[in-house]
């Protein structure tokens, strides 16, 4: 079965630095890869997917993320955290299942920004 | 193009009662998908239904819980006889195409038993 690991439950940036969310997954081929974010009480928003192609994929809000098969990870970034980027963040592989695919999320990382 | 619609946003029932939970999908997306945040644990996915047709219902529990999405009208999640450990949240997705899986969340109906 394939997993998704977001290994820091927890990280406080101060504004204007630099962000790096870790995510590493174990799946039997290459995956759909996804991070989305959850401010409070909300829905999940798409930052960003991989499906194929270039390794280096840019998103929304300045955020970008990095699919690396050697190390099976999917890190984002982004060069200079805004206090308003703070909320939740996830992590999730599309599982291929007969023609279709479902996904699975890692347990998230909250995001603090101090000023 | 307006995003998925979930209603209500929020739900509270008795224990016994009935939770119905509906999901609108976005214009021209036929693929509907039902997760469910439990504190702690994350969001697992639930069922994957197209129009008309259930296609995996491998997450949802087999008791009590039965999902449709008919040819007209949005996808719904029903949850009989609710007990205390399905309070949670409960997200949307839809998809215009079966794979890959480009999906758009809702905002989430938050059910709380008492």
């Known amino acids: 079965a394939q997993s998704v690991t977001q290994p820091d439950i927890h990280i406080t940036v101060s504004e204007g630095a630099s962000l790096e969310l870790r995510c590493n997954y174990s799946y039997g081929a290459t995956p759909y890869l996804f991070w989305y974010v959850q401010s409070p009480g909300q829905g999940l928003q798409l930052l960003l997917k991989?499906?194929?192609?270039?390794?280096l994929v840019q998103g929304i809000k300045g955020f970008e993320a990095e699919f690396k098969r050697s190390q099976s990870s999917f890190n984002l970034r982004k060069p200079s955290v805004h206090w308003s980027d703070a909320a939740e963040y996830f992590c999730a592989v599309g599982r291929l299942n007969s023609g279709y695919s479902t996904l699975t999320f890692g347990k998230g990382t909250m995001l603090l920004v101090s000023p | 193009n307006a995003g998925v619609m979930q209603n209500p946003r929020h739900l509270v029932r008795r224990r016994g009662q009935e939770a119905r939970l509906r999901c609108s999908p976005m214009?021209?997306?036929?693929?509907v998908y039902w997760y469910r945040q439990l504190p702690e644990e994350g969001l697992k996915f639930m069922v994957y239904?197209?129009?008309?047709?259930?296609?995996?219902e491998s997450g949802m529990p087999k008791e009590r819980f039965s999902a449709e999405f008919p040819k007209e009208g949005p996808s719904i999640l029903r949850i009989q006889q609710v007990v205390r450990g399905d309070s949670a949240a409960y997200f949307c997705?839809?998809?215009?195409?079966?794979?890959?899986?480009?999906?758009?969340f809702g905002q989430g109906t938050r059910l709380t038993v008492v």
């Open positions: 997705a839809s998809s215009p195409y079966r794979d890959p899986p480009d999906a758009f």
């Open positions: 239904l197209q129009k008309e047709n259930i296609i995996d």
């Open positions: 214009k021209g997306h036929s693929h």
């Open positions: 991989y499906f194929s192609g270039d390794t």
